[in-house]
Structure formats: structure tokens, C-alpha cells
């Protein structure tokens, strides 16, 4: 079928976002709207039309950088909206606020992240710089620095703190990743700047205190609190999508040397409408393979492990380590027998 044009991201990936604000705006049905699409319709939408789209020529996606752009511009500008909406006396009743703080949540976890994601792989200082700032706004800052410098580098490894292993359920998986990307990113920024210099972690640290205080600001300490419940809600979901996309994986050493990262290092999904709505990232070995390239470039291949559902659902199925363990250890062993 055809490829995925930037139109069709931007309609995928900010429609939710419009549904959003509105539910901060106006409450009633743009909340359920919001929810509605975030939990279900996206799956539904998969398991109905489960296309492999291609990829496109990587000369052809003009506006693609600024697609990335008013994403993350519209996630910075709607956070302070959701607190206060969700903490702050918007009118809603307690269902409703319930219901956008996890809609919200799911749209900064599955499209906020992609966007600062692609950002921090960007080349210009200004793009790295806003895609940061995402992250940093939703204390999650240490992530821009970890996955870079640390993930890139040692995924589907030991020394990689994001990466699954066989049979490591998600919750201990998240405690783990948490703590140890956080002390791995702050370790390799010490490293590349031979332990002098100011390290970017002073501005994750500003920018998620600023982002409290407005917090506080807004909804006095329920709105400190409703944002750093957002945040957690974010990273969590940052760090299940690592989880799913790396469990079980594992890259040989021979001699002391790490084998190159291949498309045997990631687990993948084909699908149409949850590859627009998160930017390709279900496209995950393309991306370590060429972590500049494009996200409309980026391609499938036969040689890329494939998960049997899409991304948001496998991410569900891992929240229950028992079933997401017996569905999932054959196909581990089957990768592994592929790169025997």
C-alpha cells in the first residue's frame, strides 16, 4: 500500500491532542472523545486494517521536522491546560478529571514522547533543545541524555539499563530502568565532558522544578501533585515501550566485543493507524540501525523480530507478566534461533 504521508501523521498524531484541549476547555464529551481514542480506537482501528504501510524516499517529507515542532510546542503548552483541568476548578466532576488525566497522560506517553524522541536525535541545537524540554517539563529530563548516550550504544545488553531480560517482569523491569538510566545518562554526560563543564542534568533538574512550581501556581499543591502523577504516568509508559520493544533480546560478545546492532535487536510492529499516531516508532530496528534517519523513512524488513499484536496492546499484555511471558518466550527463543 502506500506510504505514510506527513499529513497522515499530523492528522493521527494531533487530532487526540485537539480532543485534549477541547476536554480541558469545554469537559462533557471531548473528555470520553479523548479517552475514547487514546484507550481503544487506535487498537480497534489495528486489529480492523493490521497494513504494513512502506516507507518513503528519504528526500520526500517536506514538513516532517515541523510536524515534530508543533508537537512538542503543543505538548509544552498544553501540560500547564491538563493540570489545571484535571487539579484546578475546571468543573469537572471526579469521573471526568479521572478520565482526562489518563487520555492526557496516554497522548503525552504515545505521541508526545515519539515527537521529543525524534527531536533529541536532531542534529540542530534548537530541535535537541525543545525536544528536552518535553521531557524535562514532565520530570523525565534524564532520558534525553540516557537514551543517547547509553541506550544507543548498549541496547539488547547487560549495560543497558533499558533493555528487558528473558523472563524480568515489567514492575521490577521498571524500578531497575528507572534509577539505572538515570545514574547511567548522568555517568556518560561526566564522561563526555571528562568531569568538567555543567551537565545537561542541572537543566533537567531546573526545568522539572519550574514545572512543579507552575504546577503549584495553578492548583496550589494538587496541582504539584496531579503534575508529578503526569510525569510518573510518562515515564512509565516511556519506559513499557522500552520493555516491549527490547524484551528478550540479546547482542553476542565475542572476545570482549560487542557485535554490531542489528535488526535482531528489537521487536517490531507492522501496524498502520498506531504507527501514525506514534510516529513509526514501531518501526524500532530501522531506528537503531539509523538513528538519524527520518521517521517517515524509517522501513520493515523480514529479518525483524515482529510482535504479535500491535504496540499499545503489547504494552497492555506486559502489565500481566505471566501471560505476556508464556506469549512471549517462544518467540524469544525463535529470534534467537534466527541468529544462531
Known amino acids: 500500500m502506500k506510504a505514510l504521508s506527513v499529513p497522515m501523521f499530523a492528522l493521527a498524531a494531533a487530532s487526540p491532542l485537539g480532543f485534549v484541549v477541547l476536554a480541558c476547555l469545554w469537559g462533557g464529551v471531548w473528555v470520553w472523545l479523548a479517552l475514547l481514542w487514546m484507550a481503544g480506537a487506535v487498537v480497534v482501528l489495528d486489529l480492523a486494517v493490521p497494513l504494513v504501510a512502506g516507507a518513503q524516499d528519504e528526500a520526500e517529507f517536506p514538513g516532517s521536522d515541523l510536524l515534530l515542532v508543533g508537537l512538542a510546542s503543543g505538548a509544552l503548552l498544553a501540560l500547564p491546560m491538563l493540570v489545571w483541568a484535571t487539579a484546578g476548578p475546571s468543573g469537572l466532576g471526579l469521573g471526568g478529571r479521572g478520565a482526562l488525566f489518563v487520555a492526557g497522560g496516554l497522548w503525552y506517553g504515545q505521541v508526545a514522547h515519539p515527537a521529543a524522541h525524534e527531536l533529541i536525535h536532531r542534529s540542530g541545537r534548537g530541535m535537541a533543545w525543545l525536544g528536552q524540554a518535553v521531557y524535562a517539563a514532565l520530570i523525565f529530563g534524564h532520558h534525553a541524555s540516557a537514551h543517547r548516550l547509553v541506550h544507543h550504544r548498549f541496547v539488547a545488553t547487560g549495560a543497558d539499563p533499558n533493555s528487558a531480560r528473558v523472563g524480568e517482569g515489567y514492575y521490577r523491569f521498571l524500578g531497575r530502568a528507572w534509577l539505572g538510566s538515570l545514574r547511567a545518562g ?133 502489565l500481566c507478566p505471566p501471560y505476556w511471558h508464556w506469549r512471549m518466550r517462544p518467540l524469544v527463543e525463535r529470534a534467537a534461533l534466527a541468529k544462531a
Do not use: K
Open 186 to 318: 548522568w555517568r556518560a554526560e561526566r564522561a563526555l565532558r571528562r568531569g568538567t563543564g555543567i551537565s545537561p542534568y542541572c537543566a533537567y533538574g531546573l526545568g522539572a522544578g519550574l514545572a512543579l512550581a507552575l504546577g503549584y501556581g495553578l492548583s496550589g499543591w494538587t496541582g504539584v501533585l496531579v503534575w508529578a502523577a503526569l510525569g510518573f504516568h510518562f515515564g512509565a509508559q516511556v519506559l513499557l515501550s522500552d520493555y516491549v520493544q527490547h524484551y528478550g533480546l540479546e547482542r553476542r560478545s565475542t572476545a570482549g566485543r560487542l557485535e554490531p546492532v542489528a535488526a535482531g535487536h528489537s521487536w517490531n510492529a507492522p501496524h498502520l493507524f498506531s504507527g501514525a499516531l506514534m510516529l513509526n516508532a514501531p518501526r524500532h530496528s530501522d531506528h537503531h540501525a539509523h538513528p538519524s534517519r527520518p521517521y517517515p523513512a524509517l522501513r520493515l524488513g523480514d529479518d525483524m523480530p515482529i510482535l504479535p499484536w500491535p504496540l499499545p496492546l503489547a504494552c497492555l499484555v506486559a
